[in-house]
């Protein structure tokens, strides 16, 4: 009897590792945690600063409802009042049934570097279970300088009727304004209004001004490029090309060189 502790004391081991290969495997999963109703396609987006758009980041989310019952989503609740969630207006979910939200950050308004962003979604099914869970939304905001918008100028002078096109120069820069000195095109009959100076709700300057299209064109088709004079040393010329179509263009002149400008109509940083 002198060896019967030691013969217990190796076989407690074996017998432990023989009942866990024998119980049932749903034990298995039960202090695993809750699983979140809302089966999130991804649960962070990172927006590099190519992926901006005219000083926008915008983040895709997609999930699916897997709770198995119908779900209300109560709120979807942004960590920062400068982060905007565009979703439908019906907030009820069936089982199974999938849909998105986007979050939006106006990043004129943000510090460059990387910003983090934690997004909310608090639901509630028919028991009257409320759940939350939470994505992240990371953007790399980069370092602003002097923005041109439009980057590129095209006009339709189909009618014969003048056309009027505001050009926007916003610094994003702090404590470097700066003026419009002169503004010219290769073709007198453009014109170009007094430049008007203003702020955006950030406090950057805004310079303003409108270039008028005349409606009689000499060509079915005149290439120009409207040049900006400033007083500011690192951005001291400006350009902005212009193309303008006369009621003798085709149809096909038009989209052919609309599809190639298309990629520089939008507002861009000036290099």
């Not at 207006?89 to 460059?112: H, I, L």
């Not at 088709?221 to 085709?250: H, M």
Request: proline residues 6%; charged residues 25%.
């Amino acid at each position: 009897m002198r060896y019967l502790p030691l013969i217990i004391l190796t076989l407690t081991p074996l017998m432990g590792s023989c009942w866990g290969m024998f119980r049932s495997p749903h034990s298995q999963f039960e202090v695993s945690g809750k699983r979140d109703p809302l089966a999130m396609n991804i649960h962070m987006v990172h927006l590099r600063e190519f992926d901006l758009k005219e000083g926008k980041a915008v983040g895709e989310f997609r999930f699916e409802n897997r709770s198995g019952l119908p779900l209300t989503i109560q709120k979807i609740k942004p960590s920062c009042g400068c982060v905007s969630i565009r979703h439908r207006k019906e907030m009820d979910y069936q089982s199974e049934e999938k849909g998105r939200f986007y979050v939006e950050v106006d990043t004129a308004g943000e510090a460059s570097g990387l910003r983090e962003y934690r997004v909310e979604i608090e639901t509630i099914n028919p028991a009257g279970q409320t759940f939350l869970q939470s994505v992240q939304f990371r953007v790399d905001v980069p370092e602003r300088k002097v923005t041109v918008v439009p980057r590129a100028l095209i006009a339709y002078q189909l009618s014969g009727q003048p056309t009027t096109q505001t050009i926007t120069l916003t610094d994003y820069r702090q404590g470097n304004p700066f003026e419009v000195a002169h503004v010219s095109a290769t073709s007198s009959d453009i014109k170009f209004s007094e430049p008007k100076i203003s702020q955006d709700e950030h406090g950057h300057q805004v310079i303003q001004f409108e270039i008028t299209i005349p409606g009689e064109l000499p060509a079915d088709r005149i290439t120009d490029t409207v040049v900006i004079q400033t007083t500011d040393e690192e951005f001291n010329t400006i350009s902005v090309p212009l193309l303008a179509y006369g009621p003798k263009a085709s149809k096909s002149q038009i989209s052919k060189q609309t599809d190639t400008a298309a990629g520089t109509e939008q507002g861009s940083t000036i290099q």
